[in-house]
């Protein structure tokens, strides 16, 4: 087949980030594959599209214009005539809808998160059948797809959007006189629930000035929350560090030796799946995937969502026991390491491509 695939942008993180892999697997199956994305946000995603051939095209450049990119849509599906579209994310997902009912197109549709705003969701649920088949990243979202937008079972299927990739490097357990380092990677948006964060890390230092001082937190990543975050870091005076954007991941996890995710709502969280597999205990809000991949005191801790005390007592928990924390994030790794293979990955991929082709083959008769 040829498919077209839609993103609403080639940013760094999120769904743009394993593209190359569901792409590769694709085309592992015999299918041309095109990547159409509304916006380049911050292009962060475009030396890894090209280091892996795969062709793009940018339509938009995300200012409020909705029309020019419809139309630059359609004409490229005109001229390529593909057999399939894949949408990945809201607005991409409503275009490759309404292109493919005018030019008769099937669409396949990701749904990434167990979380929709109410426009947005209020908008799927109105359009969910102008696509042929969904695609979750995890079981947690299928729950809230088949909730939330009135999505039937047999319409969706799961294709977990992380990879464990055998060559990441492992983390070391903590030797002082060193910090005992905390990270996380991810957009600085409420969502990540940082704020939490930084508050307990303020409620540590009240109750144990001492183990405080042996912590450093650091944060990956940018995005509309910056400046409120580095504000609320400064009037806590704790150790809580914003280093902005991480080109590699895999060298800032492998220099931790505990990762924190206090979000709020997620789909898979890749980033928490990521500091799992190099060997990190992590401590996380048990929200999306996160709460059936974490093993509460086996291979990493969860605290409530918003739950700042939890969070303090957890992080103290570690940071006071390196022996456990290296303990619980070896019993990660072969956790993730097993569930979410290559092997897995792509027989996910290629299980579901021949699902729609039996889809695309019925409608035809």
Same mark, same amino acid.
């Given at each position: ?75 490229? $599906?005109?001229?390529?005539?593909? @057999? &399939?579209?894949?949408?990945? /994310?809201?607005? !991409?997902?409503?275009?490759?809808? =309404? *292109? ?48 939330? $937008?009135?999505?039937?079972?047999? @319409? &969706?299927?799961?294709?977990? /959007?992380?990879? !464990?990739?055998?060559?990441?490097? =492992? *983390? ?54 910056? @400046? ?7 009037? !806590? ?70 739950? !700042? ?57």
């Amino acid at each position: 087949m040829k498919i077209a695939y839609l993103i609403n942008g080639l940013d760094g993180g999120g769904a743009a980030l394993p593209v190359p892999d569901v792409c590769k697997t694709m085309q592992g199956c015999g299918h041309d594959v095109h990547i159409i994305a509304f916006m380049p946000k911050d292009g962060r995603a475009i030396p890894k599209l090209e280091a892996a051939n795969l062709p793009f095209t940018i339509i938009g450049d995300g200012r409020s214009d909705y029309i020019k990119p419809a139309l630059r849509l359609l004409k490229i $599906l005109r001229n390529t005539k593909p @057999d &399939l579209l894949w949408t990945s /994310l809201t607005r !991409a997902t409503l275009y490759g809808q =309404i *292109a493919g009912a005018l030019l008769r197109i099937p669409v396949v549709s990701w749904q990434h998160n167990a979380f929709l705003k109410p426009a947005n969701r209020a908008l799927l649920s109105a359009t969910k059948n102008l696509s042929l088949h969904w695609v979750a990243d995890s079981e947690n979202v299928v729950q809230f797809a088949t909730a939330a $937008l009135g999505l039937k079972r047999n @319409d &969706l299927d799961i294709w977990p /959007l992380f990879m !464990a990739n055998p060559k990441q490097p =492992i *983390a070391q357990a903590w030797h002082p006189p060193g910090p005992f380092r905390i990270g996380s990677l991810g957009r600085l948006h409420r969502n990540k629930g940082y704020d939490v964060l930084i508050e307990a890390m303020a409620r540590l230092r009240a109750r144990t000035p001492a183990l405080a001082d042996k912590i450093r937190v650091e944060i990956a990543g940018v995005g509309p929350e910056d @400046d409120a975050l580095a504000a609320q870091a400064a009037r !806590a005076k704790n150790d809580v560090h914003f280093i902005g954007f991480c080109d590699d991941p895999n060298a800032f996890l492998a220099g931790l030796h505990a990762y924190v995710q206090p979000s709020r709502n997620e789909g898979l969280c890749i980033a928490a799946h990521e500091a799992m597999h190099a060997g990190l205990p992590v401590i996380a809000s048990p929200v999306g995937e996160i709460s059936n991949s974490i093993v509460d005191g086996e291979t990493g801790l969860l605290a409530p969502i918003g739950d !700042a005390a939890k969070l303090a007592e957890h992080i103290a928990q570690l940071a006071s026991n390196p022996a456990r924390a290296a303990q619980m994030g070896s019993a990660a790794h072969t956790r993730i390491a097993e569930r979410f293979s290559v092997q897995r990955f792509e027989n996910s991929g290629r299980d579901i491509l021949k699902t729609i082709e039996r889809k695309m083959a019925a409608r035809k008769r």
